[in-house]
């Protein structure tokens, strides 16, 4: 029992079908309160389908996600939010005719709660929770070194800055428990060293985070335990070091992906 | 305390850069309604423009703002109209009060519309919203005994509050009027609260709407049953105001001329759901006598908003006022980037 105090996710047995394509094969892993956990795996391994699985877009044909203690499969994604996990998207998903700061305070949706009669007469709570939550978002986009940007619309950033955006709004949502699927996608060199720092202050809050990327430099570096995928099945699991040691792993590489 | 004014003076002066506009065109509009109301024909299109206008602010908040379409508003105008005109003719119902009882039943019917909406998205949205007025079409021409069928409702009791009555056109229009005015302030502090973005996200992206703690059926429930109320309650306020009802008032063409009107002014703004209203009801006017091509008129100009101006009348005035800055500002260097 005091075990499970740590682990702030435990995927047990996890398997999805898409009719004959079992993208998912029972899958199992924990990941411990506080720390980063990475999620590895060639193309089309199941990454995102997992990371779809956990935060309720897919309803998982078998096993269970469990957050906190809590069954959380098959919940739908706004409750598996408010429960606090939220996420980024492998192909950026941002409110593109939002302004930077209005897509982070649509983060604040489940930890706010002024509804459509609050909203309408602007009472006395709903303005000062709006004045909260400016100065909140703020602090992200200062915190993700987007302040500047605040005032511009999403579509109008660059590559680097909309995958910065989609963590602040993450963020926003006072997560126990952030999902990052490539976040370093389509960053350069420099930009990936800040996101290295970003995601080592984010886990220094005390949010969980689960990683999936393709940079190896990034996920040995900057993590403590990771699990490899390969069509659907896990094939490794252990820290950094024994992953670059694992013969599975580096096969499933073909030797070329590894190198570190 | 010198200080103070000098700051009060400031900020006068701040606001007035920035709505400088804003506050110039309500003038000319306040000058041009107080002319219009010396004759009794212009009130009426005055009053029509308000009541258009109520209707067409509703839908922009459903299509333009939380992306769900509708062709079938008229249902819901229908449903405010005839539920008002019965209720203040046959039962005694106030007609004050009776508008509001049209505008809630209305809201009611939009929720029960919403709930398999909110799970269609496009054409399927599109053609249960096109089923759904037609529905209520024909409910109100063949259901004689309630709606008094083909021939309609005559009779509908005038407007009064206080023991003032509003009978003349004139009259009607200060009611028709604040109530546009309120329903636009509704509009106003829905879009800049939480409720708006998320109307806003779900349009943008559903999908990460839903993962950032946004309830999407709920909040698409929510803007099908304000677009009700609103199209309720400008149907109610239609129906006291000839004081004579028909089904032929509620048939497809109503529904597409409000979508007319938000597409032709502009969706997704402030301004356009007046400017489309206005616009349309005064050119529905010159060309009276080309009615039988109306929804001709109406395909026409939604092919012009579509393929000329994408933002509608709004979007043109606002990318004059954006080129008009732009010769401005020339001289000014090293403004990067868009913001807003
Ligand atoms: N909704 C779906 N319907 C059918 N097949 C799907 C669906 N979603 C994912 N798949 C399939 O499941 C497999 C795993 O895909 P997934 O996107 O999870 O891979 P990934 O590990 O994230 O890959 P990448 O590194 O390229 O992002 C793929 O074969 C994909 O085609
Ligand atoms: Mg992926």
Redesign the interface.
Known sequence: MSETNNVMLEVQDLTIRFGGLVAVNAVNFQVQKGSIFGLIGPNGAGKTTLFNMI???YKPTSGKVLFDGQEIQGK???KV??LGI??T?QNI???????VL?NV????????H???FA????TPA?RK??KE?VEKCRDILEFMDLGDKA???AS?LSYGEQRRLEIS??LA?DPKMILLDEPAAGMNGAEKEELQRTIRKIADKGITVLLVEHDMKLVMNVTHQICVISFGKRIGYGTPEEIQQNPDVIEAYLGGGLDV | MNQNTVLTQQKGAAFWKKNRLSIIAIAVLCVAAAVMLRTRYLAMILDFICIYTIAVTGLDLLFGYTGQVSFGQAGFYAIGAYTSALLSKNLGVPPILSIFIGALLATVFGVIIAFPASKLVKHFLSLLTIAFGLMVYTFVNSCSALTGGPSGITGIPKVSIFGLELGSYQSYFWLVAILMVLVLI?KK??IN??????F??VR??P??????????AKYKI?AFA?SAFAAGLAGALYAHMIRFISPDTFTKDQSNMFMTMLLFGGIATMSGSVIGAAAITVMTELLQQFAAYQTLIYAVLILIVLFLLPNGTVGLFSKLKAAVRKRGQKRKPGKE????
């Open positions: 935060s309720g877009v739908p994604a706004y939010n408010s939220a996420r998207y998903n941002l409110f593109k005719k939002m302004t209005e305070m649509v983060g604040c949706h489940s930890r706010t002024c509804g459509l909203s309408v007469l602007r709903q929770e709006e939550v005032d511009f619309l109008n709004r993450a949502s | 509704t502090n829905i609260s939480r409720v708006g973005r998320a806003i996200a943008e992206n999908h990460a709407a839903a993962g950032m703690g946004i309830n999407v929510m304000i980037g868009t913001p807003q």
